[in-house]
């Protein structure tokens, strides 16, 4: 088969953070992690090329993957290989939707992450395989993705003895067991002290450690941003009161306080009655205002990020995550004031 392999500037060689903005650029042969790729898959797979991009410009245009998708099925590629992207939350998002996008055209493709990576749950049922929490995994995590690429090459079901994470689909099996047997198993295996034996593994959350402290507020850029949902008066952007699918950013160049009347919470599960009366009480402000003027933080950011909170989605809430980082790292950002309700 014909593979394009997709990959972010790290990994192609392009540079490093300061290479982030890169826009997708087509290689007319493997590039950077890619030629281990080529050198896996044998004679009878040829990466014929490669699609870089930043991972701060692909995290922040949620519909670029079609645009590298085209790139892709230009080359002739008959199938689309990304990553591994390990535990990178921008550049598993990247390859998560290209995932997405592949499979609306029929395009073959499989990724390599971490379990944890947000990127799964972008991927939907895309094929995507484990990968190790960081590039020191590359050559057990390149060699697992090669391989899965090979077996979907070849139409064969790729699964979770080939490492497969994520939505799996569920198929029609014959077991060898009767369900109360395997039910009694799996009760005198729980009594025996295994708690990790089960035919439904449940959902995994992330622990997430905090970044450090900043030493010196005075010389940075802080931004304002918050689940509590406080839009413009009349929510002109229709935010979702609860289980949000997205977030919008609202700017505040020369905006020094918010007056009851001109903002309002759309937060589901609350009275925003207190918050209407004074919007500073989920987005603070007037507080910032003062201290920027004191020069305790070196500047406000131009613009908050809001979302709901309420009865959001794990895999959209890590999203959101993802997409604010890359947002603010991009603008400069150093410091962020998350509020919630």
Not at 83 to 88: H, L, R, V
Request: with cysteine; net charge negative; glycine share 12%.
């Amino acid at each position: 088969m014909r593979v394009v392999h997709y990959l972010n500037q790290f990994q192609a060689g392009i540079g490093g953070e300061d290479a982030a903005d890169a826009p997708p650029q087509l290689h007319d042969e493997p590039v950077g992690t890619g030629r281990l790729l080529a050198r896996l898959l044998g004679d009878e797979h040829e990466v014929v090329a490669s699609i870089s991009c930043g991972d701060d410009h692909a995290a922040s245009n949620p519909g670029l993957m079609k645009e590298v998708l085209e790139m892709a099925r230009e080359t002739g590629a008959e199938m689309i290989v990304a990553g591994p992207a390990f535990g990178s939350g921008r550049y598993g998002l990247a390859c998560g939707r290209l995932l997405a996008a592949a499979a609306t055209e029929d395009v073959p493709a499989v990724a390599g992450m971490h379990p944890d990576n947000p990127g799964v749950d972008e991927a939907g049922a895309g094929v995507v395989v484990a990968a190790g929490a960081s590039t020191r995994d590359m050559k057990e995590s390149m060699g697992r993705l090669a391989a899965a690429a090979v077996k979907l090459a070849a139409g064969e079901t790729v699964g979770p003895d080939d490492g497969r994470v994520g939505r799996i689909p569920r198929l029609t099996v014959t077991a060898d067991k009767r369900g109360a047997t395997r039910a009694v198993d799996l009760a005198l295996a729980r009594l025996a002290g295994d708690r990790d034996a089960t035919e439904i593994p449940g959902a995994l959350f992330d622990v997430v450690t905090p970044a450090g402290a900043v030493e010196d507020l005075s010389a940075v850029t802080v931004a304002l941003v918050t689940e509590g949902a406080l839009v413009p008066a009349g929510n002109p952007d229709h935010l979702e009161a609860a289980r949000a699918t997205r977030w919008l950013p609202y700017p505040l160049d020369g905006v020094a306080a918010l007056p009851a009347g001109d903002y309002e919470s759309v937060h589901g599960g609350f009275s925003p009655s207190a918050a209407n009366d004074d919007p500073h009480r989920i987005l603070p402000l007037d507080v910032a205002r003062e201290l920027e003027e004191e020069g305790r933080i070196g500047g406000l950011h131009h613009e908050y990020l809001v979302t709901a909170g309420n009865g959001t989605a794990v895999p959209n809430a890590r999203r959101f995550g993802v997409e604010w980082a890359a947002r603010l790292h991009g603008s400069g950002v150093q410091a962020a004031i998350l509020t919630a309700t």
